[in-house]
């Protein structure tokens, strides 16, 4: 998103002054240069020129002036940027933004606390495009990557090691989380199918049509063809977490394993061979899955030693498949039906209709079993389900084409994939090297008092009291609370009052939950989104008061 205007908001410093000694803007290719500064609120000392300059000067703005909803930063730059984040200095931990919003226009990313080093020492650079809370669904382009008949795509733990394999080239990787990327030359440039990567991004394996599957051990520095696995028309492959444990796939033949980080390689002969597409391995080696052409799928929980059919998942024309760090959650899809799901180590299978039958040909999973990635080359974009297959989502933004390659992070931040025919993309909810939410959110708790003279009888509404509904989507469920009372204000003693308590997102009034505040007066709207700030409604049912509000409240994090 580039713009000539950009604007640091929502910034919480527990109540402190906000002390800062330099701020600078930052892109894909490092430092961006503003023109101009401008504060919404004047500094109580120091000047803003002192943000701009590598100095000692502070500049130190007034707690009760950042708390307010209207403070705001902003940056005005000679010609429209792609701003990645912000880079602060000042002296202290505890004169430093907990949190913070970037935003430009109408479009805001609630970022995590910065980590904080040391005085006067810029915090760590952003590692990553910022992907708006209102502009969901946001691929970038790799285009240092080429234009390819990408097939294979893969990520470490982390996602700062991505690997890409095309058809007619040599494979690609990048280790900085799409920032660069290089070619792999020293593996040749071979139909290259499916890749691997360890959850350090260490070891990296992948596999061609014709030839023998290729490992580096040393994140791609070294590569070294594993002609004890013997094979001809390779599909695809998988690695352990620790990088010991390695599976292919191929046509015609049976899955090879190596137990031993590629040492030594064994047929699985007991599988029997079949045209082989699809393998995958839990964290720890123990769990294989396999997906045959026309058959079943076969499950070992023995790092091989047994291998049994998984018949409640039927025989289809499966491709591609995945599991969960633990091994609990299985995906595979079929390329003329559509995906399947267990989420109980496969005692149970349910087809996810919702995501329709398509010609699927690759899918991933995060390392909680939470986010699901499944790419179909008929046409259709990728589909995305962040909730354990309850939801799915159309990543329309991608446009048609064959999408053949799909990888997701361990924590399911980082989504991968790959058009035959097109481009490498990338999709980031975060960015790793913000560490956490704000612990205390030091409006969260706050009184609504009810005054003023009683309004003219108007009759009583008849309600009924019901227990609210938990709001629990993905927009607005998390881990945050906010909590109060409804008190009527007199003297010497207020009185708590029973009443409806509303909660609604601040930037546009929707209405999020409510609730009744109890006897006591005491309310809470509990597991919410620290992405937003809301306001909170009291409303007098007996038409006494006149409703009350509290706005711009930030969640805390609940204990």
């Known amino acids: 998103m580039a713009s000539t205007t950009w604007q ?3 910034v919480d410093t527990l109540g402190q002054d906000l002390v800062l000694s330099r701020i600078v803007p930052w892109g894909a290719l490092g430092a961006i240069t503003p023109t101009a500064i401008s504060s919404t609120f004047a500094p109580i000392s120091g000047a803003l020129a002192n943000l701009a300059v590598d100095s000692s000067a502070q500049c130190v ?17 000679a010609q429209e940027v792609d701003v990645w984040g912000f880079r602060f200095a000042g002296p202290s931990a505890s004169t430093w933004p907990v949190q913070h919003a970037v935003a430009t226009g109408v479009l805001s990313a609630s970022l995590k606390r910065v980590q904080w080093l040391s005085d006067g020492v810029l915090s760590p650079a952003p590692s990553k495009a910022l992907v708006f809370t209102n502009e969901a669904g946001l691929w970038l382009e790799q285009p240092a990557a080429g234009s390819q008949n990408w097939f294979g795509c893969a990520a470490s733990a982390d996602g700062a090691t991505l690997f890409a394999t095309p058809y007619g080239s040599t494979t690609w990787l990048s280790r900085d989380g799409g920032l660069t990327w290089a070619a792999q030359t020293a593996a040749g440039s071979r139909n290259w199918r499916g890749c691997a990567v360890s959850a350090d991004g260490m070891t990296l394996l992948t596999v061609a049509v014709g030839g023998s599957p290729w490992l580096s051990k040393d994140g791609g520095q070294t590569w070294i063809a594993q002609t004890a696995a013997v094979g001809a028309d390779w599909m695809a492959c998988a690695v352990s977490a620790d990088g010991k444990t390695l599976i292919a796939t191929a046509y015609g033949t049976t899955p090879w394993l190596s137990k031993d980080a590629g040492q030594t390689w064994v047929a699985q002969s007991a599988m029997g061979s079949r045209n082989w597409f699809g393998c995958a391995i839990s964290a720890d080696g123990k769990t294989l899955l396999c997906a045959a052409q026309g058959h079943y799928l076969w499950l070992s929980k023995d790092a091989g030693a047994t291998w049994d059919t998984q018949n409640a998942a039927g025989s289809r024309f499966w491709r591609g498949c995945a599991v969960s760090a633990d091994g609990l959650t299985f995906f595979a899809v079929d390329s003329n039906g559509t995906p399947w799901l267990t989420i109980d180590a496969g005692s149970s299978w349910s087809a996810q209709t919702v995501a329709g039958t398509r010609n699927w040909y690759s899918c991933s999973v995060s390392a909680d079993g939470r986010t699901l990635l499944a790419a179909s080359e008929s046409g259709a974009p990728l589909w995305l389900s962040k909730d354990k297959g309850a939801t799915w989502s159309m990543q329309s933004s991608l446009g048609s084409g064959v999408w053949v390659g799909a990888a997701v992070s ?3 931040l980082m989504l991968m994939t790959g058009k035959y025919g097109g481009g490498l993309y990338l999709s980031m909810d975060g960015d790793r090297i913000y560490t956490s939410f704000p612990v205390q959110g030091g409006v969260a708790h706050g009184v609504l008092f009810a005054t003023g003279t009683a309004l003219q009888a108007q009759g009583r509404t008849s309600t009924t009291c ?8 993905f927009e607005f469920g998390g881990n945050g609370q906010i909590y109060g009372t409804v008190e009527r204000q007199v003297t010497p003693a207020n009185v ?16 999020v939950r409510e609730t009744w505040s109890h006897t006591d007066g005491s309310y809470a709207f509990t597991h919410i989104s620290l992405n937003y700030e809301y306001d909170v409604i009291a409303w007098d049912h007996d038409m006494s008061y006149r409703s009350v509000i509290a706005n711009n409240l930030k969640p805390e994090v609940m204990p």
């Open 410 to 412: 361990a924590d399911g």
């Open 61 to 77: 703005f007034a707690g009760v002036d950042v708390q307010k909803p209207g403070f705001a930063i902003e940056f005005t730059f």
């Open 466 to 473: 019901l227990d609210a509904r938990p709001f629990n989507d």
């Open 496 to 511: 708590p009052l029973r009443r409806r308590v509303r909660l609604h997102r601040s930037r546009d009034g929707m209405l």
């Open 8 to 10: 640091i908001r929502g």
